[in-house]
């Protein structure tokens, strides 16, 4: 969906009659659409409750890594030009260069492969085949103590097609599950009662979906003795996603006489369109003040966030992102890129001071939250699309035993894979586990 301009007058507009042309006063016509006045949300003082809880934010195509990356490492280093933007928050986070996805081609598919690390195509006969993301391995921890074991945020709703992703995150089965674009729909869906009727038709569809998913597996079942020993591990695999549907299914039936948290619609703009070029900073924003919402209320403690989706996406003022992540090398390219970079970290720095003005526990929701930040691609010197040398933030997370305000810089010719990261910071969210995907060992110096 392309972006909805809106055109302001010029100053230089004049009227005409009899012969005569006027120039007309400032009108409010004249001022540009995206000054539009941002969101009045504000953080509450206190948590309802001290839990961990993570959230992976994604953008697309890359940055300017030449803009974004510190030149000195360590806890004195200096911020970056891009990394400026987040001062304020300096001792809050780490910055971790020189890693990347050993196994991932790139490109496009940066989004499938973010929080799995996966090669899509690595099974003989399938030209795709994901496994599962990182962050559903917490929410197998986490998740039976919320309504919602994740959620799944996206500029575009539902899984998108192969190698063009709307979600981060993917099962055990690596199958995609599908992500949420609307502000309304997503607050209706955490935070509004359910009428005696909408609960009758909720139990109603619980009722259907399962009798599918018993047809579906009783029709699998019987296919089973009939294929080859190869066939039968595609339908395991088949079954265990399945199973993870129904898993799912019973859970939410589990809630239903549970009653949603109350949440006030006020000065969340939840009208916002993610593909409307005017509304892209008050998208981000109210997709962010829900997610926040959702911590503080612990109706989910795992969120992930695709910003936009690979090959599109918009700065702040409308700018073709895609487009500019294809440079070249052009100076005025970079320095839209950047533009945009910082554009998206002042989104994040909003949302870590509201976390970081709510008090939780011994401390407050940031020291309680895992923010990961970063894309699945380094657009690099010259716009080639790398999964090496992948910028990527890691915020919060204090009492949880991270460690920030420094940089921590690995050999990008080696690139270790970005799953050590994700293994130390599952480690924290309370998973035991020694391995995940490609990952040969922790993050020395971020615990």
């Keep these: 969906m392309k972006p909805s301009f809106f055109q302001p007058l010029s100053r230089r507009h004049l009227l005409r009659g ?145 190698g063009h992703s709307h979600t981060l995150s993917f099962d055990q089965s690596g199958t995609p599950l ?53 066939d039968q591990q595609k339908l395991d695999e088949y079954f265990t996603s399945v199973r993870s549907t129904e898993q799912r299914v019973e859970r939410l039936e589990s809630w239903i006489d549970i009653p949603k948290p109350e949440v006030a619609r006020t000065n969340l703009q939840l009208n916002s369109q993610p593909g409307d070029a005017h509304d892209r900073p008050m998208w981000i924003d109210v997709m962010m003040e829900l997610s926040y919402l959702s911590f503080l209320n612990d109706t989910t403690r795992v969120i992930t966030y695709e910003w936009s989706r690979e090959a599109g996406g918009y700065g702040g003022g409308g700018e073709n992102h895609h487009e500019l992540s294809h440079h070249g090398g052009d100076a005025g390219m970079l320095a839209s890129l950047a533009r945009i970079d910082r554009f998206h970290l002042e989104r994040l720095a909003r949302f870590m001071k509201f976390l970081k003005a709510t008090s939780d526990g011994d401390g407050s929701m940031l020291d309680h939250t895992i923010i990961v930040f970063g894309s699945g691609m380094n657009s690099g010197e010259g716009g080639d699309h790398s999964p090496k040398n992948l910028p990527l933030i890691v915020a919060g997370g204090h009492r949880l035993g991270l460690k920030h305000g420094q940089h921590i810089a690995f050999d990008e010719k080696t690139h270790p894979p970005m799953n050590n990261v994700f293994l130390t910071l599952m480690q924290k969210m309370g998973v035991e586990t020694d391995r995940f995907s490609d990952s040969t060992s922790t993050i020395n110096g971020l615990t």
């Design 178 to 230: 599908p992500a949420e674009n609307s502000p309304q729909r997503l607050f209706e869906r955490l935070f509004v009662p359910e009428t005696t009727a909408d609960r009758t038709a909720t139990l109603q569809r619980y009722a259907q979906k399962k009798s599918i998913l018993d047809n579906v597996m009783e029709d699998a079942q019987r296919l089973q003795a009939k294929v080859s020993k190869s």
């Design 18 to 162: 009899l012969g005569v042309a006027m120039s007309l006063p400032l009108l409010d016509a004249m001022l540009p659409r995206l000054m539009a006045a941002p969101s009045q949300f504000t953080p509450q003082a206190k948590s309802l409750g001290k839990h961990p809880r993570i959230i992976c934010c994604y953008v697309p195509n890359g940055v300017n890594i030449m803009q974004w990356m510190p030149k000195d490492t360590g806890f004195h280093y200096t911020l970056s030009p891009t990394l400026e933007t987040l001062k304020d928050v300096k001792q809050d986070f780490t910055v971790i260069t020189g890693i990347g996805h050993p196994h991932s081609q790139g490109g496009h598919s940066g989004a499938d492969t973010w929080l799995t690390g996966a090669d899509l195509t690595s099974k003989p006969g399938s030209d795709y085949a994901n496994t599962v993301s990182f962050d559903q391995i917490i929410a197998e921890v986490h998740g039976t103590q919320t309504r919602f074991s994740s959620l799944q945020l996206s500029d575009s709703s539902g899984t998108g097609s192969a």
